[in-house]
C-alpha cells in the first residue's frame, strides 16, 4: 500500500477543530475535489458511520467511507473506496502550543493493477493524492478559522 499523509497547525482548540471537521455539512467548503455530500448513514462519526460523495468529473468520482475506529478529541479512521483505490484514511487531532495539529493521511491500493501499476501510481496517483491532502488541510485552516469568528448579528 501507498501512503500519503499531510500536517498543520491552525489556532484554536482540538474540539474546535474536530466539530468543523465533522461537519459534513461544510465539507464541500474544503475537502479537495468534493462537489456534494450524497449520503450520511449511522451516527456520524462514530464506528458504522459512513458517508457518500462526489467529485467533480476530473475528481474521483463516487466516494464512500466508513468509519472503522472514532476516538473523541483524537481521531478517526475510515474505510474508504472509490472507482480507482481502496484505503485507510486517518485524521488526528492534538493540541500544540497556540493551538491544535491536525495530521491527514492515506493509505491506499490501486484497484485496476497491471505491470504499470507501480509507475502509474507514483507518478500520477502518489503526488496528486498529496497534493490534494495539503489542499484539503489548507482549505480546512480557513473553514476552521470561519468558524472560529464571532457571529456579528
Known sequence: M??????????????????????????PEWIDE????????????????????????AGRGRVRE??????????????VDDDSIRGTQRVAFAPVEDGVEVVFSLSYSIKRRS?????????FVRRPMAISLERTLTRFGVALEDSRQPSVG
Not at 66 to 79: C, K, M, N, R
Not at 115 to 123: A, E, K, M, S
Open 2 to 27: 501507498a501512503r500519503v499523509s499531510a500536517r498543520q497547525r491552525f489556532p484554536g482548540s482540538v474540539h474546535e477543530a474536530e466539530t468543523c471537521w465533522y461537519d459534513t455539512a461544510r465539507w
Open 34 to 57: 468534493l462537489v456534494r455530500v450524497v449520503a450520511v448513514e449511522g451516527a456520524w462519526p462514530r464506528v458504522g458511520s459512513s458517508v457518500t460523495w462526489e467529485s467533480g468529473p
Open 66 to 79: 466508513v468509519v472503522t475506529e472514532y476516538e473523541p478529541l483524537a481521531g478517526q479512521t475510515l474505510a
Open 115 to 123: 505491470p504499470f501499476t507501480p509507475l502509474i501510481g507514483l507518478l
